[in-house]
């Protein structure tokens, strides 16, 4: 009876599981390679169980091939300097079934931002094997859902999506652990260096050319850990991705943050019709050549002048703006030509009884009243969280099958952030600078006020001052916002970049990395 009763609890704590779908492969044992994290999450908890592994098998259609996979639902500790979980972090991993060298297979290490937001956006939005079910412009439909994404990268390289401490199911082990541990800019990329060595080591994958994604605020994390993982794990990469950048850390004076806004308010002007016949006959991008022109050789000069403009050339140039934005010349000579963004969100269409999202201004919303400042909500961000929390919650509990009662945090308790010390674009280019092997990506929405395009592009000129590693920087822009893939075609062109950029990214045999 001891016996049985033993039995039953090893299998309670410590069963592996292997959930199939149709056509899928039998039964057994994990791979070698997730035996180490194979403790199955206990079903009707809300305690996380820091080290755990479910995984499935799935076959999807991109580009017109079938690819098998293998996905693992799991979690992985976070070790203190004595060896004690502190953090379990949650993980979603993608491997392709059918490849049986990995040591040339790359690997995408792929997270969000916030802070405090986790991995759910790009895994079913933007690059993984399954997505959710949107219209063709990004906006929800019922029933919740997802269905295949053949645009997904998995034919070219495995992929894993990981949330930081309090986003998805990740949570710290205990209330004596300090925030600080994790909350913070430079301690967030300290812990999550540690986990990705001991990911990559679990499954064996220090061989592979291993690339970073980061949307967001996961571009200062994304750019901090290129450095970290060099210097602290002695992990060198081949690509860092930055989808819709930060200013990571690029100090800049209010000015002239406010002034490479103005293209991105020209593009929002441009979308929502609210320009000149003649600007908005234009293409897009035919259009915001002329509004960078204005923006980097008149508006910045001018404004760096301050309260010493001449008064004839201050009205002269919010005549131009004016033009180029769709605001009154009032409102902007109110402003001292440095349009606040909350007031460009409430100000383009409050004449038709609209506001404009921050992070992707395509979105409308109706406020309680016309008049103030600033929009009561972000439409764009209600929109997203409508469709994506149900989609990750089915995909994760009856797809994955991974069993638990806790609840997936889209966006998590992470404050207050320590934001000092954000140097994570100089670490970027010290680290692109150290490794010859290394190419960053910088991928933007044109609609996006919250890291906006031309302060993406004005990053990337200030990255590396030398000018010498510019062949390994590069910029796109997309007819889309933060999110960048949520609009279908957006989603097939970004996806196909992204399998340029990481062939482009791979040494020829034999080639050294050098100068």
């Known amino acids: 009876m001891r016996k049985l009763i ?18 899928s492969a039998e039964e057994g044992a994990l791979p070698a390679a997730h035996a180490a994290s194979a403790v199955k999450a206990p079903a009707g908890s809300r305690v996380l169980n820091v080290d755990s592994a479910v995984t499935t098998h799935a076959e999807v259609t991109i580009n017109g091939q079938r690819v098998p996979y293998d996905a693992v639902a799991g979690t992985i500790p976070v070790w203190d300097e004595g060896g004690k979980p502190i953090a379990g972090l949650f993980y979603t ?49 019922q029933p919740y859902g ?34 600080s541990t994790f909350f913070g800019v430079n301690a967030d990329i300290k812990y999550l260096a540690e986990w990705i060595s001991t990911f990559v080591t679990r499954y064996n994958r220090w061989a592979s050319p291993k690339f970073l994604i980061g949307e967001s605020y996961g571009t200062t994390r994304a750019s901090g850990l290129a450095l970290e993982l060099q210097e602290s794990q002695w992990m060198y990469l081949n690509g860092v991705i ?15 943050q406010a002034s490479l806004r103005v293209p991105y308010y020209s593009a929002t002007a441009w979308y929502h019709k609210a320009l000149a016949p003649e600007l908005q006959g234009k293409d897009l991008t035919d259009m915001l050549q002329e ?23 201050k009205k002269e140039l919010a005549a131009r703006m004016s033009r180029y934005i769709g605001l009154s010349e009032k409102s902007i000579l109110e402003s001292n030509l440095i349009i606040p963004a909350d007031f460009f969100w ?19 919303g109706i406020d309680g009243k016309d008049a103030g400042d600033e929009p009561d909500y972000n439409a764009e961000l209600t929109s997203w969280l ?28 992470v404050h207050p952030w320590d934001n000092q010390n954000n140097h994570t674009g100089e670490d970027l280019r010290k680290a692109i600078a150290e490794n ?7 991928q933007s929405g044109y609609y996006d006020g919250a890291c906006d395009y031309f302060n993406a592009k004005y990053s990337l000129w200030q990255l590396d001052p030398s000018g010498r590693l510019k062949d390994r920087l590069h910029w796109e822009g997309y007819r889309s916002g933060h999110m960048l893939y949520l609009r279908k075609p957006d989603l097939a062109e970004a996806n196909e970049n992204l399998r340029k950029f990481i062939r482009a990214s791979l040494p020829k045999p034999g080639e050294a990395a050098k100068y």
């Open 242 to 256: 930055l989808v819709s950048p930060t200013d990571l850390g690029i100090e800049r004076s209010e000015f002239v």
């Open 346 to 364: 409430k100000e383009l269409l409050r004449d038709k009884g609209f506001t404009v999202g921050r992070l992707d201004s395509r979105y409308r």
């Open 386 to 413: 409508h469709s994506f929390t149900p989609a990750i919650n089915i995909y994760l509990r009856e797809d994955l099958h991974y069993k638990t009662d806790l609840k997936y945090n889209m966006f998590g308790p």
């Open 93 to 141: 991993y993608y491997e392709r079934s059918d490849v049986k060298d990995r040591a040339a297979r790359p690997l995408v290490i792929s997270f969000n931002g916030g802070p405090g937001t986790p991995s759910v956006w790009m895994e079913i939005g933007y690059t993984g094997p399954r997505r959710l079910l949107l219209d063709d412009e990004g906006y929800p439909v």
């Open 6 to 23: 033993g039995l039953f609890l090893l299998t309670a704590l410590t069963g592996r599981v292997i959930a199939q779908r149709a056509g």
């Open 436 to 442: 010859p092997y290394l190419h960053l990506l910088i």
């Open 146 to 179: 997802l269905k295949e994404n053949n645009s997904s990268i998995l034919d070219i390289a495995d992929i894993v999506y990981l949330d930081p401490v309090n986003t998805g199911f990740s949570r710290a082990v205990g209330k004596d652990v300090p925030p």
């Open 291 to 313: 509004v960078e022109n204005f923006t980097i050789n008149e508006l910045i000069p001018a404004l760096a002048k301050g309260g010493f403009l001449e008064e004839g050339r």
